[in-house]
């Protein structure tokens, strides 16, 4: 069983920034597609970015696009994700997903592996 664990999250006023981390004990995920997915209160969960294995691509959802980077570094098998200018509208629980595939995706079917969340409030 891969358990992601995610750190970071907290309450920040808008305009600030936060950097969320995700880690993997036991489990290697230097082969596979990483994502970040966000639930706000009675809202779906919804993507907001991906990145291959190697970490040469990178895919956001137009929401954050400018705002957001999701990064990672497999040496110390941690994926990131700084967020910038935060609204109000960021506020959510902040998933980090896994996928047994390598590459950018977006939907959330394509993550086999998946975290159990952060809270990012954001206060206006």
């Known amino acids: 069983q891969v358990h992601l664990e995610e750190s970071g999250g907290g309450l920040v006023q808008a305009g600030g920034s936060l950097r969320l981390s995700c880690s993997a004990p036991?489990?290697?995920?230097?082969?596979?597609?990483m994502g970040w997915f966000r639930q706000a209160p009675g809202k779906e969960r919804e993507f907001v970015a991906g990145?291959?294995?190697?970490?040469?691509?990178?895919f956001y959802a137009m929401s954050v696009k400018g705002r957001f980077t999701i990064s990672r570094d497999n040496a110390k098998n941690t994926l990131y994700l700084q967020m910038n200018t935060l609204t109000p509208e960021d506020t959510g629980v902040y998933y980090c997903?896994?996928?047994?595939?390598?590459?950018?995706?977006?939907?959330?079917?394509?993550?086999?592996?998946w975290g159990q969340g952060t809270q990012v409030t954001v206060s206006s």
């Open positions: 990145i291959n294995w190697i970490g040469s691509t990178t």
């Open positions: 997903a896994g996928s047994r595939e390598d590459g950018v995706y977006y939907a959330p079917y394509k993550y086999e592996y």
């Open positions: 036991g489990f290697t995920f230097s082969r596979n597609g």
